[in-house]
């Protein structure tokens, strides 16, 4: 049995990831910010905001040694570039790329020691290509995926992978609350804007949490250790 820490556990494609480990035969601990969240989703779990570096410090010690890190805690928050707050720069850089930074650089030293380790990152296709009225989240999406990459090729020596998966629009609380906005903001029906976003993805429909669990279940494998620092899309050929 390995040890694997999912952020952003508590629901989405987080949910989803730690239970798709589990079924694997994983020791599942998850990490949010919500307790009720955590609660609900049943696991093993520690409150933690992945921004705050002591706190993050604090829950990956209780935690244990990691063999497994899945960095799912993400935010979004749309709105034109001019009208986004130093605020909302900072809380999405701080969450998507140094929530990550966070976890890793608390994971990473057993990792060397032990040779091995999986990490994987939730980034997005908005870590691949603009979005217009979401520049921060995409900006920060970018640089997680740079991290990644760079991560890849300084441990390639060792026996620890680190990969991206990059969902498109995925069936969560995310777009929930995007299909409520668009449609306050637009004056089109929900049904309309989510049938707006599904028509992004050139299958013409969201992407299901379990279809990303699926392929980082196949990424923390012993089989997929010659992948590493891939950024590998789910979303039905937006990307390619
Ligand atoms: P979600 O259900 O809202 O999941 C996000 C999770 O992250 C929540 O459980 C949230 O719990 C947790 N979280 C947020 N900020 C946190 C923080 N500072 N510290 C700790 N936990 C935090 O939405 P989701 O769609 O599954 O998102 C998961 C990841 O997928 C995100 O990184 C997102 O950017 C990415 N993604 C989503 C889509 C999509 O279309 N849904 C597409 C591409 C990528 P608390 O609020 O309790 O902290």
Redesign the pocket.
């Known amino acids: 049995m390995t040890r694997a820490i999912v952020?952003?556990?508590?629901?989405?494609?987080?949910?989803?990831v730690a239970q798709r480990l589990k079924g694997l035969g994983h020791e599942v601990t998850i990490?949010?910010?919500?307790q009720a969240?955590?609660d609900a989703a049943g696991f093993r779990a520690f409150v933690?905001?992945?921004?705050?570096r002591a706190g993050v410090r604090r829950a990956m010690a209780q935690a244990g040694a990691a063999d497994i890190v899945v960095?799912?805690?993400?935010?979004?928050r749309s709105a034109p570039f001019l009208k986004l707050s130093d605020a909302d720069w900072s809380d999405m850089w701080?969450?998507?790329l140094m929530?990550a930074v966070h976890v890793i650089h608390e994971a990473l030293p057993g990792m060397r020691e032990r040779n091995a380790g999986r990490i994987v990152n939730?980034?997005?296709?908005?870590s691949l290509k603009g979005y217009a009225y979401v520049s921060a989240?995409v900006a920060s999406?970018h640089a997680l995926l740079g991290l990644t990459r760079s991560l890849a090729l300084e441990f390639a020596k060792t026996g620890i992978t680190i990969n991206a998966v990059?969902?498109?629009?995925?069936?969560?609380?995310?777009?929930r609350?995007?299909v409520a906005n668009i449609a306050a903001k637009t004056k089109r029906s929900e049904a309309e804007a989510r049938a707006e976003?599904a028509s992004a993805n050139p299958q013409g429909r969201?992407?299901d949490?379990e279809e990303?669990a699926d392929v980082v279940a196949w990424l923390v494998s012993d089989e997929a250790h010659s992948i590493t620092g891939q950024a590998i899309a789910v979303a039905g050929g937006e990307v390619m």
């Open positions: 952020t952003g556990g508590g629901s989405g494609i987080g949910l989803a990490l949010g910010r919500s969240k955590l933690c905001d992945v921004a705050d960095n799912a805690a993400g935010i979004v701080g969450t998507n929530g939730i980034a997005s296709t908005a989240y999406k990059c969902p498109g629009y995925t069936d969560t609380d995310i777009v609350d995007a976003l969201l992407i949490p990303v």
